[in-house]
């Protein structure tokens, strides 16, 4: 049995992440073109590859661990790192590499971009895997099947729980 979260919960999640990712991703493009300049798009190329690293990893851990529960989920993956990387950034940089006819840079920007994108996904995966073994071999943090939402019900309480009172799980461990 799933956990249903309450529109409310969902939307404050999202929202919350957003404002993060943006912010993130905002004050990173300035520090990348501040750097290296803006006649290439580093930052968007970095910000893409780092955000396939990112969901993978944290995709991972959500899908293999408590660690990550369905509020962290959509807090993290579509909120923070749905507006710190999108496709539109890399598309509006091949555009701009193209009209400015420097065709060989904007392509070797997508090959780069679509190539190491897929595999900073796979380096995510593998390197949540590996976090995942590590948890479970170190007897520091019991890892279970059993999904804990930890601490989310206190800061984003469902609409028939008081925010003041940690809810019960199917698990009936305090989250």
């Given at each position: 049995m799933g956990i249903t979260l309450s529109a409310r919960r969902r939307i404050?999640?999202?929202?919350?992440?957003?404002?993060c990712g943006a912010i993130a991703r905002a004050l990173l493009s300035m520090l990348i073109q501040s750097r290296l300049g803006n006649g290439w798009p580093y930052d968007i190329l970095l910000i893409n590859l780092t955000g396939a690293f990112l969901i993978a990893f944290f995709t991972t851990l959500a899908d293999t661990t408590f660690l990550i529960g369905p509020t962290r989920r959509l807090f993290i993956n579509v909120g923070f790192l749905g507006a710190y990387t999108t496709f539109s950034s890399l598309?509006?940089?091949?555009?701009l590499q193209f009209q400015k006819g420097h065709w060989f840079p904007g392509l070797l920007y997508l090959a780069i971009s679509i190539i190491g994108g897929i595999l900073l996904v796979q380096v995510g995966v593998l390197f949540g895997q590996f976090c995942v073994k590590h948890l479970k071999s170190s007897n520091k943090t019991m890892l279970t099947d059993t999904y804990i939402d930890i601490q989310d019900d206190v800061l984003l309480p469902d609409?028939?729980?008081p925010a003041t009172q940690p809810s019960t799980h199917q698990t009936g461990q305090l989250s």
């Open positions: 404050l999640a999202v929202f919350a992440g957003g404002f598309a509006l940089g091949d555009v609409d028939n729980e």
